[in-house]
């Protein structure tokens, strides 16, 4: 076998390897739907750091027409999520954070940090897009 062969082998297995795992973030449709019309959030992204850890929550969902993801990650209880079983998770914290587009940027981030059970957080790194609206990026440290 030729160098490049082998050179070939070994991007077409990394191509398979790297699109095989953005699947596993796949949402189906309806579900997807049902976010956006029960808390009107089309694009959701949060990051939180902790005084001892970096990253110690991240969440993400993107709703979209031809596919709709989601992610949770939480290293302080050794929790990483994707998909279907992703967005159950954030969608419970949805539910106690109650968002409303025309809330204040500290309002939803202070809301963000406690449904997601980070209220001694460090920095937090919040984007959200209400249906309609146009996209909040926000960023808060202490």
């Known amino acids: 076998m030729n160098m490049k062969t082998l050179i070939s082998i070994i991007f077409a ?43 110690a929550l991240k969440a993400s969902f993107t709703e979209k027409k031809e596919r709709s993801e989601a992610e949770y990650s939480n290293k302080k209880q050794e929790v990483a999520l994707h998909g279907k079983k992703a967005l159950e998770k954030i969608m419970k914290a949805f539910d106690k954070m109650e968002p409303d587009p025309e809330a204040e940027e500290t309002e939803l981030i202070k809301s963000a940090a406690e449904a997601f059970g980070f209220k001694d957080y460090q920095m937090i790194r919040l984007e959200i897009t209400f249906k309609g609206y146009d996209s909040k990026e926000i960023m808060f440290s202490k």
């Open 13 to 55: 297995g990394c191509f398979i390897i790297i699109s095989g795992c953005s699947n596993q973030n796949l949402v189906p449709k309806s579900e997807a739907s049902n976010v956006v019309d029960t808390y009107g959030i089309t694009i959701f992204s949060i990051t939180i750091d902790t005084k001892d850890m970096k990253e």
